[in-house]
């Protein structure tokens, strides 16, 4: 999948739990807080959702950390980075992160927004024809679809992906305005209709 694809699935991921990130974790911080907490989730998660391809030289996230590039630049892409080890090591980096910060609502954000990102881009590469070595070391690509990287089938997935994004936008913003400002949307708007 192209960069843009794989920013759009990490949005999709976040959406998706961003009501459980928001209950588990922000809901009892003050509203413009959790604004910013929830920025940062979406703001790591699309970092996460392109990071894999930093063992890809002239991906996006390689040009953009050149010198972390560089640890990775032995790798074969869809390898390591790929991978169910490499995803548990940057989950024990995480646990550990939270740990010594003591459970910092920021690092909370920082970290669960990357890692939610993060497993967005291994899902996507699932459905590409060339798959992933997800149980790296084994040499086994594994895929569950057929979609050829910056194909046409490609385009019209990214444009599905922002159809369900616009419909958990839709939903995020009827939970946002019941538990906010106790306002039931979908209610208003059928009494509108019925008048």
């Known amino acids: 999948m192209t960069k843009n694809t ?15 990130f928001i209950s588990c974790y922000i809901n009892g911080y003050e509203i413009l807080y959790q604004i910013l907490l929830i920025a940062l989730f979406f703001h790591f998660a ?5 990071f894999p391809d930093i063992d890809m030289k002239g991906s996006y996230i390689s040009k953009r950390y050149p010198l972390l590039s560089k640890a990775f630049k032995k790798c074969k892409h869809r390898g390591l980075t790929h991978s169910f080890i490499f995803l548990s090591i940057l989950y024990v980096i995480a646990l550990a992160l939270s740990f010594i910060s003591h459970e910092n609502i920021v690092v909370i954000s ?6 939610v990102g993060y497993i967005s881009h291994l899902v996507l590469d699932l459905l590409t024809k060339e798959g992933i070595e997800l149980f790296f070391p084994f040499r086994a690509n594994i895929r569950f679809f057929n979609i ?28 946002i305005s019941i538990r906010y400002f106790h306002i039931d ?9 019925k008048h």
Do not use: R
């Open 6 to 20: 794989h920013s759009s699935g990490g949005f999709l991921f976040a959406l998706i739990t961003l009501n459980i």
């Open 46 to 50: 699309n970092l996460g959702s392109v």
């Open 110 to 115: 920082i970290c669960g927004g990357f890692l």
């Open 148 to 175: 050829k990287t910056g194909s046409k089938g490609e385009k019209t997935f990214h444009k599905f992906l922002k159809l369900i994004i616009a419909i958990f936008l839709i939903y995020n913003v009827y939970l």
């Open 185 to 193: 949307l979908f209610k208003l708007i059928m009494d509108k209709i």
